[in-house]
């Protein structure tokens, strides 16, 4: 199926629909797996496509490894829940992944990050070609995390609710050894309990704040996140992690959407009452599974900021990147291990990501050499020794030569040491090296 066609909003409810902006004569896409009511309220569409993947040779879908592709946003909270249950739980080569450019086009999510802008293993340009493979006329919202069946072409499902606690279930025959148990048949009614009103309130709530179009519905969603929040952090005070001792998908699913809040909710979604930083019991709470391996090399601050003020331009229309918060606090000591808790149960943490894969340009210690690249839309770090230095993301080149700017994680990062042939981004942060955003004095067009 080809990518030529722009695909619609939903169609199954009378909402208005999220609309095609035009901006520096690019469109960009607003999302439309969500829709605002006549009366303001925000709606978050069901995922269309819910087969599973399941342990069972007969089925449509039987897990098999090297058959599925799991395409994902680093931008994405729901996303961002698969890459590190996958990671969790030792699946890299088992399940491969695609990361999408961070910012949609009328298309939806593109690969232009790829070279050629194609997904070197789907052969497509846009997610939405395995959508449409799956299901010609469909008109619903292209949404992911998105699993791809690579055979076929086709979408097996974007269905985020049951995709991890699949990855926990079904693909065990594929854990790593030392595997922690993510969803322990025990633990499971209190966790399912916890994750429901973390989706209602906190996940989803923070986009039912955003996303209101009428002052009574943004208020409800408001007090209701904050009523939450200020309920996990009366739990997390005296307990390490949300259910028993040992990181499960509860945690995940709230650690996911916690290290977007300062970023991007606090601002873009109006969800202000205060900062995650502000809140000492689940600030430390984030830190400490941001700092865990598996949770850190997920994050991408900088594919965060883009994608929410960017292609939400109904909420911001000048697309304007905050340059903050300062985000280094996230690598400070959280001191949790004083409350115990065993973080992967009887099993250990898993290894490093695999090559391509460590996405956190922030982590302590994450050093990028000139020339180097590892990452999915950085293409070389360029320039002289002793000039200033530019990352390229998606196939550009740095205007003007070497540039400026040295463009990563949380907007450009200016560095102006000598021959730093191996640049260490945690000390860079740390000496406040941050910058004038990358449209600012420099054009750069990603
Ligand atoms: N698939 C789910 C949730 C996943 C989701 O909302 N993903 C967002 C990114 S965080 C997305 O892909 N939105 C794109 C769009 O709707 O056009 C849904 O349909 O509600």
New binding site residues.
Partial sequence: MSSDRTHAGREDLDFRKSDVVFYNGGPI?V????STDASGEFH??R?HFDDRILADADARWPVEPGRYRLVV?L?????SRMLVVRRLLGLESAISLGVTDPI?DER??RFTLDPGGVDPVLGIGFIGDAYYAREADYTG????PAIVDIPSGRLVT?D?LQMTLDLSTQWTAYHREGAPDLYPEHARAEIDEIVEAVFQDVNNGVYRAGFAAAQDKYDRAYTALFERLDRLEERLATRRYLVGDTITEADIRLFTTLVRFDAVYHGHFKCNRNKLSEMPALWAYARDLYQTPGFTDTVDFDHIKRHYYQVHTDINPTRIVPLGPDLSGWNTPHGREELGGRPFGDGTAPPPPPTGEDFNVLRPGRALSVGESDRPGVDAVGGDPGQFQCVVHGGQECPGGPAPAFVDSVGPVLLDQAGFDNVDLGDVLSARDLVAPVNQGVPMDF
Avoid: L, T
Avoid at 31 to 34: K, T, W
Avoid at 141 to 144: A, C, P
């Fill in positions: 896409m999302e439309n797996n969500h978050r569409s995922s946003s931008a994405c909270p729901w996303a949609q939806s999510w919202g292209i949404s992911v974007n985020y």
